[in-house]
């Protein structure tokens, strides 16, 4: 597993941007798939958005596609997550998440649950005022 620590959330109002990051320790992170999730008080923690390993593949929940862009940069062991046009929806606690490479991988495949997830911070507060 790798330590991971995430920065930047803060309180913006709404139409604004944040951009979230997250530090991993560890060269092996580089190999790691990994994602945002988010977790709002009194709901479940759900997917926001995943890159693989090499950061040419991304996916997106419907909620924040075309308003969040997830990034990363693998010579700084660290992961972005850029949100733009935010709402006071996305207000909730923000949380990185990493997963190392399994033998029974397959090729193309984006991870959306948590549960598929190995390494984790301790999570960011983002808050959205309207």
């Known amino acids: 597993q790798v330590q991971l620590v995430e920065s930047g959330g803060g309180v913006v109002q709404a139409g604004g941007s944040l951009r979230l990051s997250c530090a991993a320790s560890g060269r092996t992170f580089r190999s790691y798939d990994s994602a945002w999730f988010r977790q709002a008080p009194g709901k479940e923690r759900e997917f926001v958005a995943a890159v693989n390993w090499s950061g040419l593949n991304t996916y997106y929940a419907d909620s924040v596609k075309g308003r969040f862009t997830i990034s990363r940069d693998n010579a700084r062991h660290t992961v972005y997550l850029q949100m733009n046009s935010l709402r006071s929806e996305d207000t909730a606690l923000y949380y990185c998440?990493?997963?190392?490479?399994?033998?029974?991988?397959?090729?193309?495949?984006?991870?959306?649950?948590?549960?598929?997830?190995?390494?984790w911070g301790q999570g960011t507060q983002v808050t959205v005022s309207s």
């Open positions: 998440a990493g997963r190392a490479p399994k033998t029974t991988d397959v090729g193309g495949r984006y991870y959306t649950r948590a549960d598929e997830y190995d390494s």
